[in-house]
């Protein structure tokens, strides 16, 4: 069984973030950057299942600039068998679509099995990423799978619902699959697994270029602020304070 794993370069969390001069990211320059956590259980749940089956390729795929290769060999020590590095110039790409149709076009050829990914990014949260991948390349797709029961000749997949609930869904082959954080528990890299992943292949794909559906215009620190309005008038005054407040100040309508 084929498998591809999508993982991402993000800021790691005891990082001090600072706003970039043009307001639209952080300062990389202060920043240490790690494997997106959640996308560890994808690794591990790839391994699992090789290992399960009892043969195939697990191949870690990111996108990014450079400094990404970093997460691609953490991946390949903990014994994924190869890497594919779509390269960027090092800008954010914030769009999941684009970012998507990148990796979609990196994969088509390769005809995997499976494509997991983590349930979402650390730093844009977004979580798409992995469906899109998987509707790009006609693939059945699930999503916050909490248990993988995989085999050469079935996929079924449980998935977390809300309120506790959950279902056992089954997939075609090929499949694009999601991964709830918690799943499992990720290996660490053996020190034998640190020094073969020097040895392994990584592919490099330059990135192509596809038109941006979604952009930050802007971030700022949130601001901290404390003011108390108490409100002494009849019922119907106060309703009509506490709505005008929700309004104009909370903005929750």
């Known amino acids: 069984m084929k498998i591809a794993v999508l993982v991402k370069q993000v800021v790691g969390s005891e990082s001090s973030l600072e706003i970039s001069p043009d307001n639209k990211w952080i300062e990389y320059s202060s920043a240490t950057f790690v494997m997106n956590p959640p996308d560890s259980y994808a690794i ?9 089956v009892g043969e195939g390729e697990v191949v870690i795929v ?55 990914s983590g349930l979402q990014s650390d730093d844009t949260g977004m979580g798409q990423t992995g469906v899109l991948v998987g509707e790009l390349l006609n693939m059945s797709t699930a999503t916050l799978a909490i248990e993988t029961n995989i085999d050469k000749e079935k996929i079924r997949v449980k998935r977390e619902l809300e309120s506790g609930w959950f279902q056992w ?11 709830q954080s918690g799943i499992n528990q990720p290996r660490y890299p053996s020190l034998k697994g640190i020094m073969g992943a020097k040895k392994k292949e990584i592919k490099v794909i330059p990135v192509s270029e596809h038109e941006t559906k979604q952009q930050v215009e802007n971030i700022a ?13 009849d019922v119907d005054s106060s309703v009509k304070r506490i709505v005008e407040i929700l309004k104009s100040e909370v903005k929750v309508f």
């Open 44 to 52: 591990e749940e790839a391994m699992s299942i090789k290992e399960t």
């Open 169 to 179: 869904v089954t997939l075609e082959s090929p499949a694009s699959i999601s991964i």
């Open 62 to 116: 990111t996108m990014g600039s450079d400094s990404v290769q970093k997460v691609i060999r953490e991946g390949l020590s903990k014994g994924a068998d190869r890497g594919i590095h779509i390269q960027t110039d090092g800008k954010t790409n914030i769009d999941p679509l684009n970012t998507a149709k990148n990796i979609a076009s990196a994969l088509d050829e390769e005809n995997f099995d499976l494509v997991l």
């Open 221 to 233: 620190v949130p601001q901290k602020s404390k003011e108390t309005e108490i409100i002494h008038t």
